[in-house]
């Protein structure tokens, strides 16, 4: 399935911003197609009239105002699926300046990610006292199940608290004492 949207290029040679899902994710309840928003019609800001909304996955899918929805016998191979937004295909998505990806893979699904909240950036900590770290960390709708913390460059980690699970695509604290 495709789904384009009512914006346009800003030059005829940019293509039409156009994506696609595979029919078993487009199919997936947890992906909607929104009008609303807090009892309200979707505001201009957030993809009026319509915006597809598809938890877990960056945001290069959430195509705003929508106008479009096309099913196709094939997978669709448009400018913005087959050329641009595309990531590395391996586990971390990652390359070296000097030797970049060859294989590459229309980015997707949100990878796992983790950071601080605290300490604050240039906040001075007490050398020899205990210091309350936290932070949140997200990942493609999974859920975080554990946040690891290692204060020693790696060589070892320990588990930090987290706080409540609040859905497989939420934000989850953590909290450790270092």
């Known amino acids: 399935r495709t789904f384009g949207g009512l914006d346009r290029p800003p030059l005829e040679i940019t293509p ?3 994506k696609s899902l595979a029919a078993a994710r487009a199919q997936d309840p947890d992906v909607i197609v929104a009008w609303a928003m807090n009892d309200a019609p ?15 996955w960056y945001s290069t ?3 705003k105002a ?15 699926m087959a050329k641009a ?6 586990d971390d ?10 294989d590459t893979t229309p980015i997707s699904r949100m990878n796992v990610r983790s950071l601080f909240a605290k300490p604050l950036a240039g906040e001075r900590i007490a050398r020899g006292q ?26 070892s980690f320990r588990n930090a608290q987290l706080g409540d699970d609040l859905g497989k695509y939420s934000w989850r604290r953590w909290r450790a004492t270092w």
């Open 42 to 56: 979707l505001p201009m800001l957030h993809g009026f009239p319509l915006r597809l909304v598809v938890p877990g």
């Open 130 to 155: 205990a210091y309350g770290v936290e932070g949140v960390a997200f990942d493609g709708g999974s859920g975080i199940a554990r946040v690891e913390l290692s204060t020693d460059g790696g060589a």
């Open 66 to 80: 929508l106008d479009a929805i096309t099913v196709l016998p094939s997978a669709f191979d448009g400018y913005w």
């Open 85 to 90: 937004y595309r990531i590395p295909k391996n």
């Open 61 to 63: 899918y959430w195509v």
């Open 93 to 102: 998505a990652n390359e070296a300046p000097t030797d970049l990806a060859k």
């Open 16 to 18: 039409d911003f156009v």
